[in-house]
């Protein structure tokens, strides 16, 4: 089944503790990318990755670092969390240039 | 200045009772504008993709058109399961990244 997997599904965690969140897909797709969704400010794109190695910056990169050593894996990463972090999460990947994308099913962090 | 704003908020509507929903965009030049659905507690759920003004997609009940400044997603006949968050999205010629609109919410009432 083609699909996008994220981990963990939910994570609460203090401010300043370095964690990561991992994205995968089984699609081979090229195109992968991190969005945070928040009430009233809808999603918004946080990285992107045209391939391995490629990575680049969305609307709301701040505090957030990538990486794409394989093609199946996109984990997100949050060195020092602040709780203006506390969001909905979700990974997405492309097997066109970020068109007809597929989400996965969601992380809820809580930083406090 | 949102790239992408769409209208309303929410609607709700009758079972059978069709009306649109609006995408406008304010960007250089449009690559692509997507439209997803978006279920609560699930990731959004891809719909149809639009290159050129003048294009049409249909699926089931939803017709997606697109202009120079704007999309609609027409919705002929709703039934309570259309009920969900409508996102539209664009991406110029510049780059790769997505921007999103805030989305419509929208409840189809038995």
């Known amino acids: 089944e083609a699909q996008v997997t994220q981990n963990p599904r939910y994570l609460i965690t203090v401010t300043g503790k370095k964690l990561t969140v991992t994205c995968s897909q089984n699609?081979?797709?090229?195109?992968m990318s991190w969005y945070r969704q928040d009430p009233g400010l809808g999603l918004r794109q946080i990285y992107y990755?045209?391939?391995?190695?490629?990575?680049d910056k969305g609307d709301v990169p701040e505090g957030y670092k990538v990486s794409r050593k394989e093609k199946r894996n996109f984990p997100l990463i949050l060195e020092s969390p602040s709780p203006n972090q506390t969001s909905l999460y979700f990974c997405?990947?492309?097997?066109?240039?970020?068109?007809?994308?597929?989400f996965g099913p969601g992380t809820r962090l809580t930083v406090t | 200045e949102d790239q992408v704003t769409q209208s309303p908020e929410a609607l709700r509507l009758q079972e059978g009772e069709s009306s649109s929903l609006n995408c406008s965009y304010t960007?250089?030049?449009?690559?692509?504008l997507f439209w997803y659905r978006q279920d609560p507690g699930k990731g959004p759920e891809f719909l149809f993709t639009?290159?050129?003004a003048g294009e049409e997609k249909e699926k089931e009940r939803l017709k997606a058109t697109l202009t120079k400044k704007e999309s609609f997603l027409h919705i002929t006949a709703p039934k309570p399961e259309d009920s969900a968050t409508y996102l539209c999205?664009?991406?110029?010629?510049?780059?790769?990244?997505?921007?999103f609109g805030k989305g419509t919410s929208l409840l189809v009432t038995p």
């Open positions: 990755s045209m391939n391995v190695e490629v990575t």
């Open positions: 960007v250089s030049g449009l690559r692509g």
């Open positions: 999205a664009v991406q110029e010629y510049s780059g790769y990244a997505l921007n």
């Open positions: 699609m081979n797709h090229e195109y």
């Open positions: 997405a990947s492309s097997g066109d240039r970020g068109y007809e994308q597929y």
């Open positions: 639009l290159y050129s």
